[in-house]
């Protein structure tokens, strides 16, 4: 029997509700509005002015910018309407050592010369010329824009190196989801306002039937997206998925945020500070600047973790610090009945590699690329599963690496993370690049080569030794080419537009004229 209405009938799903707004629920709703678009299916989002956000991920990867390109947002419009700023990557600061600071940009480092991997020629050029080679960073158009102050969009078809820069944004998140909602709204989302009070379940086959609001308005769907946030109402109070809880490799359970005015021209870049229990997030936008204490209660008290925040803000507080308290890790299923959970409801990771939004996007993505009809097939929730716990996997380990490739033991929290036990997939990595720098990207990892080498470098993880293939160039000639390299990046680098000139050009600063957009 086909019918569009029926849960459990085969046929068309039609019905597709979303339990929360924010960032996660608006990234969903403008995603299934530009595709749901044929008069047959209806979405609705049902959230509640009464429940806040959490609202912190305002920093994100280059990824943003397919979905961004997906919603046919321009990008111009974007920045203006959310007060964004470009991101060419993070520094980091105190992680390896106190005192230390690296940067990990976006995009490569450096070019391959005859298929032998660019870090293994200059790991042999620092063992054979040492400081004459420069730092791995100097190989890398993003840093080397970065640490000017500079960016610029490459042009479609830029013959210089300019054409290596790899980007992202930072937005205010708030102005992020206000914006998707009415993209959301204007393609046909309805949005109910209301608290949901009772979940009904279909009574033979477990799936959720209907919600029902605290105005006694009762809304059924055949697929719920729950962006409920940590709370999980429909994946973990209806359906009792199950959390795998991550902190005994990732410990951080707190943190503060506060905004503060901007000291100045925006930087293109993101920084992260370590501190005695945790690290510091600075997020430059063009109205303010973003903060937060990331942090451990296990080491660290509220008062210490609040003293110690605004103690290293760079400007004034425009606000008191707000908590928010967490566990690291996942729902066991991302997809359990006919309820796929984005966003905080089907785990939290700490966004120190700045990661929140991109699982969002990933968790849409897959799926539209699974999207099911009725009934709804096991063998697509177990793939839709399979995927998201290998992405959460691999963003889990990339942030452990970070606490514990690190030669800090000045507190007890960085002796812990510096001695503990991690993953076996994470030791695997690491004994591969001690040995011989080797980095292997296995199946669909979001962090490919060069952010493993930034942060193994960064923190001072040398390998013993550089790969022997690359004993096969020519010394000279391989210097040659690499002088040459780092020439290219900082001549370019020099001559781009200072960063908020840039926004200002392009039309992408909040007060901006309407302009042509600068590319390079």
């Known amino acids: 029997m086909s019918g569009i209405n029926g849960i459990g009938n085969a046929g068309r799903l039609a019905r597709v509700v979303i339990v929360g707004g924010g960032t996660a629920g608006w990234m969903a709703a403008a995603a299934l509005s530009r595709f749901f678009n044929d008069g047959r299916r209806t979405v609705t989002l049902i959230e509640s002015d009464a429940i806040g956000t959490v609202g912190v991920g305002e920093a994100t990867i280059p990824p943003i910018r397919n979905f961004n390109a997906m919603l046919d947002i321009p990008e111009a419009e974007f920045l203006r309407e959310t007060r964004g700023t470009c991101k060419l990557g993070i520094e980091f600061v105190n992680w390896g050592r106190q005192g230390d600071r690296y940067f990990h940009p976006f995009g490569e480092f450096g070019q391959d010369l005859h298929g032998i991997a660019f870090h293994q020629l200059w790991l042999r050029e620092q063992a054979r010329s040492g400081t004459a080679a420069g730092g791995i960073g100097d190989y890398s158009m993003s840093t080397a824009a970065a640490r000017a102050g500079r960016f610029a969009r490459p042009a479609a078809g830029a013959q210089s190196v300019v054409r290596e820069i790899a980007y992202a944004y930072h937005f205010d998140a708030g102005l992020y989801a206000a914006y998707l909602r009415r993209l959301a709204e204007r393609q046909g989302v309805t949005r109910i306002e209301g608290q949901i009070t009772n979940v009904t379940r279909d009574g033979e086959n477990g799936d959720v039937a209907s919600v029902t609001l605290d105005n006694g308005t009762t809304v059924a769907g055949d697929l719920f997206i729950d962006c409920s946030g940590f709370r999980g109402l429909l994946i973990e109070e209806a359906l009792e998925t199950g959390y795998e809880d991550w902190s005994r490799w990732l410990p951080m359970n707190r943190a503060l945020a506060v905004p503060s005015r901007s000291p100045g021209p925006p930087d293109p870049f993101t920084r992260a500070t370590a501190h005695s229990a945790g690290w510091q997030w600075r997020i430059p936008l063009q109205h303010r600047t973003g ?230």
């Open 291 to 520: 903060n937060g204490h990331v942090y451990s209660s296990g080491f660290m008290e509220e008062e210490a973790a609040r003293d110690i925040l605004l103690a290293h803000l760079e400007s004034e507080p425009l606000a008191e610090p707000r908590g928010l308290k967490f566990l690291t890790g996942m729902r066991r299923k991302a997809w359990n009945h006919n309820v796929v959970a984005l966003g905080l409801s089907s785990g939290f990771i700490e966004p120190l590699e700045s990661t929140s939004i991109h699982l969002i996007q990933n968790g849409i993505a897959r799926l539209f690329a699974l999207f099911p009809d009725l009934p709804i097939r096991p063998v697509e929730r177990d793939e839709y599963n399979r995927g998201m716990r290998e992405l959460f996997e691999d963003v889990r380990d990339f942030i452990i690496l970070h606490y514990k490739a690190t030669q800090r033991e000045d507190s007890e929290f960085w002796r812990y993370v510096k001695h503990m036990d991690v993953p076996d997939s994470l030791s695997r990595k690491m004994a591969l690049w001690q040995h011989r720098g080797r980095v292997f990207r296995e199946n669909a990892e979001l962090f490919s080569a060069p952010s493993w080498i930034a942060v193994m470098l960064g923190q001072n993880i040398w390998p013993e030794t550089h790969d022997p293939i690359a004993d096969t160039l020519d010394e000279g000639k391989v210097a040659a080419a690499m002088a040459q390299m780092r020439a290219a990046y900082a001549d370019v680098a020099g001559r781009l537009p200072v960063h908020e000139d840039f926004l200002r050009q392009s039309g992408s600063w909040h007060d901006a004229p309407l302009v042509r957009a600068a590319n390079a």
